[in-house]
């Protein structure tokens, strides 16, 4: 039973992360107009959130073996990137403060995950530290540099 809740949590998060972002990748198409491009900005961002979406569920649908796996890290890694872009946005007061929502998603498919397989959660808060900020910075950098 828990396994079917971490694949529907992870699921969910998926469908916000990928969805949200093709929704917002096409209506800037749309009104944007032409000739005017969107590399780098807003695309690259729009890019890193359907591909922090593939990379949590990913974690989830291949940590199915009863042997110690690595799997369920990429779904840490995927909270982190996406809690790092959610607090970035909370600061430009922006829409990525509402990938805060995938991201407790895949945090709760983590969880469960990793207590169906008696697995010590404080490392893996260190990688979703670590991850969370490797993307604030990654994205700040970008702004502030490029």
């Known amino acids: 039973m ?6 529907i949590l992870a699921a969910i998060g ?8 093709a929704s917002i990748w096409i209506l800037q198409v749309e009104t944007n107009p032409p000739g005017v491009s969107m590399w780098p900005m807003p695309a690259l961002i729009l890019t890193v ?9 990913s ?28 607090i970035f946005g909370e600061f ?16 709760g498919a983590a969880v469960l995950t990793d207590g169906r397989r008696k697995r010590k959660m404080l490392p893996d808060f260190g990688v979703l ?5 490797v993307s604030f910075g990654l994205l700040y950098t ?4 490029g």
Do not use: H
């Not at 959130?49 to 569920?57: D, M, Q, T």
């Open 14 to 21: 998926a469908i916000l992360c990928i969805g949200g972002a």
């Open 129 to 133: 530290i670590l991850s969370g900020i």
């Open 92 to 107: 430009a007061v922006s829409v990525l403060a509402l990938l805060a929502l995938p991201a407790l998603f895949f945090g």
């Open 142 to 145: 970008y702004i502030v540099f």
């Open 49 to 57: 959130v359907a591909l922090l979406g593939v990379l949590g569920i």
């Open 59 to 86: 974690g989830i649908i291949y940590d199915i073996n009863l042997q110690p796996s690595k799997w369920a890290m990429l779904t840490w890694i995927a909270c982190g990137g996406l809690l790092g872009l959610g």
């Open 2 to 7: 828990k396994r079917i809740i971490e694949l």
